[in-house]
C-alpha cells in the first residue's frame, strides 16, 4: 500500500485556479468510482497551502489514479502556480481512530 502527503504553496492570484483544478480530480475520481484509492485535499487557514494524503491499497489503483486526465491536468503547470513546489512525503500509519474525511 502506497501512502503519502504533498504539501506545497501557491501563489496568491492563483489559489481559485487550484482549486478548480483540485475539484475537477475529485469529479473524475467520483465519476470512475475508483476503487482501492483512498484521497483528500486540505487547504490550511493561511489561504495558499494545501495538503493532498493519498492511499493507494495497490499499484494498479496508484497507477489509474496517476493516468486519470484530470489529474494530469492538475499536475501540467503546478510549478507556474506554486510560491513553494510540492514536497511529496511517504508516511507511514501508526494508528487512526474513526478517520475519514468528506467535503462539507
Do not use: W
Not at 34 to 46: S, V
Not at 54 to 82: G, H, M, V, Y
Amino acid at each position: 500500500m502506497k501512502k503519502v502527503i504533498v504539501r506545497y504553496k501557491v501563489k496568491a492570484n492563483k489559489v481559485e485556479e487550484n482549486e478548480r483544478l483540485v475539484k475537477e480530480v475529485y469529479k473524475q475520481l467520483h465519476e470512475e468510482k475508483l476503487e482501492g484509492f483512498h484521497y483528500t485535499t486540505l487547504k490550511l487557514d493561511d489561504e495558499v497551502t494545501f495538503i493532498h494524503i493519498a492511499f493507494a491499497d495497490t499499484e494498479q489503483a496508484n497507477n489509474t489514479f496517476s493516468n486519470l486526465s484530470a489529474f494530469k491536468k492538475f499536475q501540467a503547470n503546478i510549478k507556474d502556480r506554486c510560491d513553494e513546489s510540492p514536497v511529496v512525503n511517504k508516511v507511514s500509519v501508526i494508528g487512526s481512530y474513526n478517520f475519514q474525511i468528506d467535503a462539507i
